[in-house]
């Protein structure tokens, strides 16, 4: 008699996502990857080697691996700086120096949106942000004089979220908007709102 041969565990079983189901991060994530290997000649690579490539520069900006489909807004903005400089310069240019430079731009980037929209999460907010006046004012004031509140570190910027955030909120509960209370005149060494 011939035997036959059968696993003794049933094999596992992926969850099937549909396409349509996927957050469009992960689309842009998958497409991005698809570019940099046709780009960069590693369409003919195996599977294993393209997720190992993936891996290592997930673990290279988080420090440990962290499933794309988990990845927070912060992560997502620096995931999709670094895949733009891979796709831009090549894969071969990959360091822990290009890592912490996409971890810092990738932040700045988030950072500079959050406080453009500063207290759009706020319920009941008509005017959200601030005048542009207003955060440089701001930025020079915390600052020491810089002149342009977009080329501060991320440190600085996430520093001048939470300042431009409480502002607008405390704006809010006054009754008044940051656009508005200063009839929202550009700023003069004469009309500084501070």
Known sequence: MEGVCTSVSKPVRRRFIPKSKRTPQLGKYTLLW??????????????????ALRHSINEDLFGTYTKPSLLTN??????????????????????????????????????????????????????????????????RDRFGGIADWRMLDSK???????????????????GVSLWHGADAEAETSDNCPF
């Not at 810092?104 to 950072?111: A, C, H, K, Q």
């Not at 955030?165 to 809010?172: G, L, T």
């Open 34 to 51: 698809d570019k940099i290997f046709n780009k960069w000649g590693w369409e003919t690579k195996t599977e294993s080697e393209k997720k």
């Open 74 to 139: 912060e992560q997502w903005s620096v995931m999709f700086f670094a895949l733009d400089l891979l796709l831009s310069e090549g894969i071969l240019i990959w360091s822990k120096e290009m890592a912490a430079l996409a971890l810092e731009e990738g932040l700045r980037r988030i950072y500079i949106w959050w406080i453009e929209h500063a207290g759009l999460d706020v319920e009941g907010i008509e005017d959200y942000g601030a005048p542009e006046y207003y955060i440089a004012a701001i930025a």
């Open 156 to 174: 600085r910027l996430w520093q001048l979220f939470i300042t431009i955030k409480n502002r607008v909120k405390a704006a809010q509960k006054r």
